[in-house]
């Protein structure tokens, strides 16, 4: 039972890994084929289902400047681009940020029209509110996506994989944790692959990372007479 639990741990371990790896871009992906996908149907009258809440949204939100044909089409043309941006990974800044502006749009009639969006038998919300609310949910992954790819933000393990955490028990000295800090240097991709193989927790990783950049700038900081002086094998002179 206990190697029967150990594999088992195994097989979870390395499906969450995976999910750390690559989770987040699957949630971008999907986010963007949607904006994307619900963007083109604005381009066409008649065909979007939210074509009509979208107007009303849009002319209370510009005091009636707008007209219904142009609105769809801003709207529709944001959407694409949103959309565009998360499925090639480009010009994910601005993308970002012109989400949360189009999010905050899409939730805007729960303010601005809750009348027509809870019409229904004693205050149930209609197809409309219906459509709305489950918004949430793209709010919700926005939000994930943003968190995990803004300023180089990524999912990180806390804790090695089970079979590897015996490999950690040893002390490593700090040639070594520089070794592994400089080896992923530039690649966020190769540091999951790296504390995998280790057996090292990834907060553990950024945590030596930040020490190394620390040290290696207060370091920088001093004339260079005064650092001590190093021989080829790495050493200090003494």
């Given at each position: 039972?206990?190697?029967?639990?150990?594999?088992?741990?195994?097989?979870?371990?390395?499906?969450?890994?995976?999910?750390?790896?690559?989770?987040?871009?699957?949630?971008?992906?999907?986010?963007?084929?949607?904006?994307?996908?619900?963007?083109?149907?604005?381009?066409?009258?008649?065909?979007?289902?939210?074509?009509?809440?979208?107007?009303?949204?849009?002319?209370?939100?510009?005091?009636?400047?707008?007209?219904?044909?142009?609105?769809?089409?801003?709207?529709?043309?944001?959407?694409?681009?949103?959309?565009?941006?998360?499925?090639?990974?480009?010009?994910?800044?601005?993308?970002?940020?012109?989400?949360?502006?189009?999010?905050m749009g899409i939730m805007a009639p729960l303010?601005?029209?809750?009348?027509?969006?809870?019409?229904?038998?004693?205050?149930?919300?209609?197809?409309?509110?219906?459509?709305?609310?489950?918004?949430?949910?793209?709010?919700?992954?926005?939000?994930v996506v943003a968190a995990g790819t803004f300023?180089?933000?990524?999912?990180?393990?806390?804790?090695?994989?089970?079979?590897?955490?015996?490999?950690?028990?040893?002390?490593?000295?700090?040639?070594?944790?520089?070794?592994?800090?400089?080896?992923?240097?530039?690649?966020?991709?190769?540091?999951?692959?790296?504390?995998?193989?280790?057996?090292?927790?990834?907060?553990?990783?950024?945590?030596?990372?930040?020490?190394?950049?620390?040290?290696?700038?207060?370091?920088?900081?001093?004339?260079?007479?005064?650092?001590?002086?190093?021989?080829?094998?790495?050493?200090?002179?003494?």
């Amino acid at each position: 039972m206990t190697r029967l639990h150990e594999r088992l741990l195994h097989v979870e371990d390395v499906i969450h890994f995976r999910l750390i790896v690559h989770s987040v871009a699957v949630l971008r992906i999907a986010l963007g084929a949607v904006f994307l996908a619900f963007g083109v149907l604005k381009y066409f009258p008649g065909v979007s289902p939210a074509e009509d809440l979208v107007d009303a949204t849009t002319q209370l939100l510009t005091f009636g400047l707008i007209g219904q044909e142009a609105s769809l089409v801003a709207v529709a043309t944001l959407e694409c681009f949103v959309g565009a941006c998360l499925l090639t990974g480009r010009f994910m800044r601005v993308a970002l940020w012109l989400m949360a502006l189009q999010l905050m749009g899409i939730m805007a009639p729960l303010v601005l029209l809750p009348g027509r969006l809870f019409a229904g038998p004693s205050g149930a919300p209609t197809l409309e509110g219906q459509y709305v609310l489950k918004d949430v949910i793209l709010v919700g992954a926005g939000m994930v996506v943003a968190a995990g790819t803004f300023r180089g933000g990524r999912l990180v393990r806390s804790d090695p994989s089970p079979p590897s955490r015996a490999r950690t028990q040893a002390s490593r000295d700090g040639a070594s944790k520089l070794g592994l800090v400089i080896e992923a240097a530039g690649d966020q991709r190769r540091i999951g692959e790296l504390c995998e193989r280790h057996g090292i927790s990834e907060s553990e990783f950024h945590d030596w990372r930040v020490i190394a950049r620390e040290g290696a700038a207060r370091s920088l900081e001093q004339p260079v007479s005064s650092r001590p002086a190093v021989s080829e094998r790495g050493g200090e002179q003494r």
